[in-house]
């Protein structure tokens, strides 16, 4: 697949930050999703925390795994180090470059497909080790490179655009980031710009894992059964000469609602999912409330929104294990290889 950068050309009033960059600065290259994806929404929010926290670039790791999730990070910051790896290892290759260079700022992005089925041993680990990362998993319930079936986040009894119902209990992302010990678990919605931002900034400060959970709707298998307008109907009236999808422009679902505030907000099928922010006096600091407050509220039918948990004492991956202050890259050859000498002394411990 080709990707298309964006002009480099600036109008000369652009607002600056504080290293003397602007928000186009922080962009990458053209995106190549759905129009309308609540996942560009995301990737805006990903930029403006950026910017807002006057992020030298190159200091940051973009990292992903496979799915349209997993495009995100070639529309952000150019000029970052970025690695797409196989399907599913994204925690790993993570984990060696967080081990390698602890002066990276490292953002993970992925999906519920990447994360929770492939990919779910792997995220476990990350979780339970405390890598000093913020994880983005933009979450829509479906595969959508493989033409919308339910991933493991799909709530029973939804159904997909061919009318079929899930019948498989679903995997809650923040509930199993709580249950692992993750030291920084939030959630939100693409649509809400005004809570995002605020908590993906505090993610990337957070020292340890931070877990961010962001509902974002696929419009292409948000169309259903029936409609004159879907790809099934499409194919089925037509003479196909050149196998292709068009996707309809859609307009990108927003929401503003106050702390403590339920919102019903309606998808692009007529579908609805209810969202309620957590209260301004809602206790973060505590797992076992957190927990138990998520899942009183999904009782209701509510998906609880906000930042749920955050551990302020948590020792990162890198202080658990001890390691120099140094980055690994920045180090001379002959301390990362002392030598057979103090090989063998190392061995003889183990013995």
Not at 131 to 141: I, R, S
Request: glycine share 10%.
């Amino acid at each position: 697949m080709s990707y298309v950068p964006k002009p480099k050309v600036h109008h000369p009033l652009l607002k600056k930050n504080a290293i003397g960059l602007t928000r186009r600065d922080y962009e990458g290259v053209i995106t190549t999703l759905c129009a309308g994806c609540g996942h560009d929404s995301i990737t805006a929010a990903i930029i403006q925390s950026f910017w807002e926290l006057d992020v030298e670039p190159h200091r940051v790791a973009k990292l992903s795994g496979i799915g349209c999730s997993s495009k995100t990070p070639a529309y952000f910051l150019r000029e970052a180090h970025g690695f797409n790896s196989v399907h599913g290892r994204m925690p790993s290759v993570a984990t060696g470059a967080g081990a390698a260079n602890s002066d990276l700022m490292l953002i993970g992005v992925s999906g519920d497909g990447d994360s929770l089925s492939i990919g779910l041993g792997q995220l476990c680990h990350a979780i339970r080790r405390n890598l000093n990362m913020l994880y983005v998993l933009e979450n829509n319930g479906v595969y959508g490179l493989t033409k919308g079936q339910f991933s493991a986040s799909a709530d029973p009894g939804s159904t997909s655009k061919r009318g079929q119902a899930n019948t498989s209990e679903a995997i809650d992302s923040v509930l199993l980031a709580l249950t692992l010990g993750a030291t920084f678990v939030a959630r939100s919605f693409s649509g809400d710009k005004d809570q995002l931002v605020p908590i993906l900034k505090a993610g990337l400060m957070h020292k340890g894992f931070a877990f961010v959970d962001v509902i974002s709707p696929c419009v292409t298998f948000n169309d259903h059964e029936g409609s004159t307008k879907s790809y099934r109907y499409t194919r089925e009236h037509q003479v196909e000469v050149v196998q292709t999808d068009f996707v309809l422009p859609q307009k990108q679902i927003t929401a503003e609602y106050g702390p403590g505030e339920q919102r019903i907000v309606e998808l692009h099928d007529g579908a609805t999912i209810r969202l309620r922010k957590v209260a301004e006096d809602y206790d973060m600091s505590d797992r076992a409330n957190a927990y138990a407050y998520i899942r009183e509220r999904q009782k209701e039918g509510e998906i609880v929104t906000g930042l749920l948990y955050v551990s302020p004492d948590a020792q990162d991956m890198t202080e658990q294990l001890g390691t120099v202050d140094t980055p690994l890259t920045q180090m001379p050859y002959e301390r990362l290889c002392p030598g057979s000498a103090e090989l063998a002394k190392l061995q003889e411990r183990f013995r």
